[in-house]
């Protein structure tokens, strides 16, 4: 089964500078996805960024952007230029291709929360 | 669009007594989830179903049941509330036929067993 370790529970930026969060994941499976979700507090899932395991290129969008490394298994967020409403709970998501015998499903880490500090 | 719909958003359980988290979507989507976050933790999958007719336990599927009977609806049912239960649950959909869909998801029932 594939897990997902997010080995941050909490971090802390300063308004305007540039977090990393980390995640790694454990699969044999060569083709899946990655995604970062955020959960602010009214508990909304909100998808930040995605990532196919088959592209070397490392996605962004906006101020957010990726670091993944197949071979180590290890997919970080980068968050920069942080703002006040970047404060939330991060998550880091697998999902593997529906194809697998064990289905399509999305397994998520324990999350990172995120304080930006004014 | 309505996306991801779930109800109620807030309840109070007695242990013992049964309750159905209802879920539904309007995206047309065969794969539908319910997972559920402890405080502080990750979310945990409960129950999963590929398409109408098909459901699958997850990783945490004690004390629960789910039906499929429409691609719309996915309703999660708890027959005898425990205070292990208490947690805040949440239900998604997506799209399998576009491999990196993202989930969306409902905005969460916050459910309190007493």
């Known amino acids: 089964a594939q897990t997902v370790t997010q080995s941050q529970p909490e971090m802390s930026v300063q308004e305007a500078e540039t977090v990393t969060l980390s995640c790694t994941y454990d699969?044999?499976?060569?083709?899946?996805?990655l995604f970062w979700y955020k959960q602010p507090p009214s508990r909304q899932m909100i998808l930040v960024i995605r990532q196919e395991a088959y592209k070397q290129q490392n996605a962004t969008e906006n101020r957010f952007s990726v670091n993944f490394q197949k071979a180590a298994k290890s997919f970080s967020l980068k968050i920069s230029d942080s703002q006040l409403g970047d404060a939330a709970m991060y998550f880091c998501a697998y999902r593997t291709t529906p194809l697998k015998s064990s289905g399509d499903k999305l397994t998520f880490g324990t999350g990172t929360r995120l304080a930006v500090r004014p | 669009n309505a996306g991801v719909t779930q109800t109620p958003k807030f309840r109070i359980l007695k242990i013992g007594q049964s309750m159905t988290l209802q879920c539904t979507q309007d995206?047309?989507?065969?794969?539908m989830y319910w997972y559920r976050q402890d405080p502080g933790m990750g979310l945990k999958l409960i129950y999963y179903s590929v398409g109408a007719g098909i459901t699958d336990k997850g990783e945490v599927p004690n004390g629960y049941n789910v039906s499929r009977s429409t691609t719309e609806d996915f309703p999660l049912r708890l027959e005898l509330a425990a205070p292990s239960q208490t947690s805040v649950y949440f239900c998604?959909?997506?799209?399998?036929?576009?491999?990196?869909?993202?989930?969306?998801f409902g905005q969460g029932t916050r459910l309190t067993v007493v």
């Open positions: 699969t044999s499976e060569s083709d899946y996805y």
């Open positions: 995206m047309n989507h065969n794969y």
């Open positions: 998604a959909s997506t799209h399998p036929g576009q491999l990196n869909t993202e989930a969306f």
